[in-house]
């Protein structure tokens, strides 16, 4: 490690650096999984370049991207584990962190899937369930006091591709069940507490 990356790592205000990332990076999660594109924006910086893969270009265009393949699927889940970050100084760090995918595809869904399996759509009838492992490798850089997303490439480890059973659990009456817009129950509770307009 270079002198710039050991000088005050844990000092207080990197710290708070340290968390105001990982915040960033748990917004991005809700954002994608509840398919709030303001959010999903506010992660990265207005000249941010994102390389998914299959797609390669600008923030906005990662959104675009996103607000059409996943215009079919009915459930998403980021989850973030492992989150090194290095600073590579003041106002600049590099961020790898863990994620793990979780998403369901109907069989109307077929298209979005091929983009992501390589062209494997399954085999059942009542669609797929694709498992990823993967890491978003981050340069966040800070700009008018804010941690945000500059570079990001996604690195795809793992895949797994599970078909739907006909006897899948579904939702009872009374369960409080997750939404992929802004009436999710989070977002209502958010409203109820001021913290959304």
Known sequence: MNKVNNEDQYSPARIA??????DAMYRWCRAVDRLDYEGMRAAFHPDATDNHGIFSGSADGLVEWIRERHKGIPFSSHAVSNMLIEFAGP???????????LQRYPAEAAASLAQLSGGELGKGAFGVDLMTSSRYLDRFQRRNGEWRIWRRVLIQDWKQMIDVA??????L???????RDKDDPVYVARRELGLES
């Open 91 to 101: 106002d600049l760090a590099l961020v790898e962190t863990y994620v793990r995918t």
């Open 17 to 22: 650096d340290r968390m105001a990332i990982q």
């Open 173 to 179: 009456s009374g369960w409080t069940v997750g939404r």
């Open 166 to 171: 006909q006897n899948a659990p579904k939702a």
